[in-house]
């Protein structure tokens, strides 16, 4: 499918046209109804940064989102694997559950600088 259906297809579900452009590939980027700007060529998100640092800080709390999801992915494996434990297996099984939702919750905490400026009220 090609990027103007693409974004044709979001501006269709909600999304808005902006003048921001892909810093990768120069796509136009559409602001969705979550308020991230998406690349519909690119087929991800977007963020835009203010300074080197803030690049720096998105780019590592994007990667922390992935670790995150690993961690999501394997709490349900773990617990798909509990009705075929033994009494032993099943405490390991639910000792790890128990590590592995705290580190999620943990890793939960992160923002990106976007959405903490969609939490904070306006002040004008």
């Known amino acids: 499918m090609s990027t103007v259906k693409k974004i044709a297809e979001l ?3 909600g999304a808005v046209l902006t003048s921001y452009m892909c810093p990768a590939c120069g796509s136009v980027l559409v602001k969705l109804k979550t308020g991230e700007l998406y690349c519909a060529n690119c087929e991800r998100p977007v963020i835009l940064a203010k300074s080197e640092e803030e690049a720096q800080q998105a780019v590592e709390i994007a990667q922390l989102r992935d670790v995150r999801r690993a961690v999501f992915n394997k709490i349900l494996q773990l617990g798909q694997e509990i009705e075929k434990l033994n009494a032993d297996e099943l405490m390991d099984n ?3 559950m ?3 939702l705290d580190i999620y919750e943990r890793l939960s905490k ?12 306006n002040t004008t």
């Open 110 to 121: 992160f923002e990106t600088p976007e959405s903490q400026a969609r939490k904070r009220p």
């Open 98 to 100: 128990s590590l592995l």
């Open 94 to 96: 639910l000792k790890s």
């Open 11 to 13: 501006v269709r579900a």
